[in-house]
């Protein structure tokens, strides 16, 4: 069983804390705010009644309960390290806890996730992917751009939208599905497609845009608005097994008119040469991986890298822009 | 003569059948004399696919001058989303 930092926080009168880490953490990052118990050579002390076993991320707790079939003991969600947060803001990133135990990620990084904002144009396969992930992984704010409904031939592999969907805007089916996930994250629905006229205004203030279209036009389109926004640019593309994904106009790295340059030609959509759902499901979540990246600052990333994946072999090559 | 590996990705791919080609060049042969031998091969089904070069996984912008052992993939670009 599990507790959450601010469920432990309105019911501390019913636990009886156990602090199961070794002294050198235990002085490090100690837990204020909660009378604990100190577990001697992780032996769990004889009490009766509700317990709270704190680990530093709350892993090895979970683990020590399973293991030895502790009865009406809980372990406390993110150990220590959310407890802390909790105790001096007030805000409980415990639901996290499994990604800012990554040394990459950490609670610094889990916040700029959630003051981080995103722009993602197009809401069909690559489009779901990486919402579903930017959501789940805690973004701040995300912008759902497409114009488009919701139809049958979309359900292999548009994991937002079901068979109840047929017919509303893909945006709004999105962000329904969207909600159930995560209700922390706002969660903007532009139903247009993006266009000269308004499409600046749309992505503005994001700290990344995903191109998640399916057509050559409108990846022109956002690598110009990428470059004059100065606006990183995930880029993703399918062709039936195959999948690419590039981080674009970082600082004055490459764009997609570099990548391809104009007039580029070819290239079908996926409604002309196929693709089997997992295709963008791999790589949507691939151009979420790097929005991340960016929005935490993580390296080595895809900027300046064209990524190819074969879903046939499973063979990936970087190529250097 | 020089030997060289070709990748083909996407539409090449399908074009030419194969993921991979090794071919027997005359030296001095460059990338774009190579795109057009791979375009020959594809019997016309890339005469629409624009194509870009990279040389030993990094791309160049204009034609070189291929080298005994290079690796070229030829990169259409892929509108599906």
């Given at each position: 069983m599990i507790i959450t930092p601010k469920e432990l926080y309105d019911r501390i009168s019913e636990f009886t804390v156990i602090d199961v880490r070794p002294e050198i953490q235990r002085s490090e990052f100690p837990m204020d705010g909660v009378d604990t118990i100190i577990s001697k050579n992780g032996s769990i002390p004889n009490i009766e009644g509700l317990k709270v076993l704190v680990c530093q991320f709350g892993i090895v707790t979970e683990g020590m309960i399973i293991e030895n079939e502790l009865d009406d003991t809980y372990s406390l969600l993110g150990g220590a390290q959310a407890w802390i947060e909790f105790q001096s803001k007030k805000e409980d990133l415990s639901r996290w806890s499994r990604q800012t135990v990554l040394p990459e990620i950490g609670l610094d990084g889990q916040k700029k996730l959630m003051d981080g904002m995103v722009a993602i144009v197009g809401m069909g396969g690559l489009g779901c992917s990486a919402a579903q992930s930017l959501v789940t992984a805690g973004i701040g704010k995300l912008v759902l751009i497409d114009g488009d409904d919701v139809e049958l031939s979309n359900l292999h592999r548009q994991?937002?939208?079901?068979?109840?969907?047929?017919?509303?805007?893909k945006v709004i089916s999105a962000k329904e599905s969207l909600s159930k996930i995560n209700a922390l994250t706002s969660i903007e629905s532009i139903d247009v497609y993006l266009d000269e006229q308004y499409g600046l205004d749309l992505i503005q203030n994001c700290d990344v845009i995903i191109d998640?279209?399916?057509?050559i036009e409108t990846r022109q389109l956002i690598d110009r608005f990428s470059k004059e926004s100065n606006i990183p640019m995930v880029y993703g593309g399918l062709y039936r097994w195959e999948g690419q994904v590039a981080v674009l106009n970082v600082n004055g790295s490459p764009g997609y008119n570099e990548l391809f340059p104009e007039p580029p030609s070819g290239g079908d959509t996926c409604a002309d040469a196929g693709v089997l759902g997992m295709l963008p499901n791999i790589i949507g979540n691939i151009q979420a991986l790097e929005a991340v990246k960016l929005i935490i600052g993580i390296e080595p990333n895809l900027v300046g890298k064209l990524l190819m994946y074969d879903g046939m072999n499973h063979s990936t090559q970087i190529i250097k822009l | 003569m020089i030997k060289v590996t070709i990748k083909c990705f996407s539409q090449v791919k399908y074009a030419v059948g194969k993921d991979e080609l090794n071919l027997e060049l005359e030296t001095g042969t460059s990338t774009l004399e190579l795109e057009n031998i791979i375009r020959e091969k594809a019997k016309g089904k890339l005469d629409t696919v624009s194509l870009r070069i990279a040389l030993n996984q990094k791309y160049i912008p204009i034609q070189t001058e291929l080298k005994d052992g290079d690796e070229v993939a030829f990169i259409p670009p892929v509108q599906g989303g």
């Open positions: 994991m937002l939208h079901g068979e109840g969907d047929i017919g509303k805007k998640a279209t399916d057509n | -």
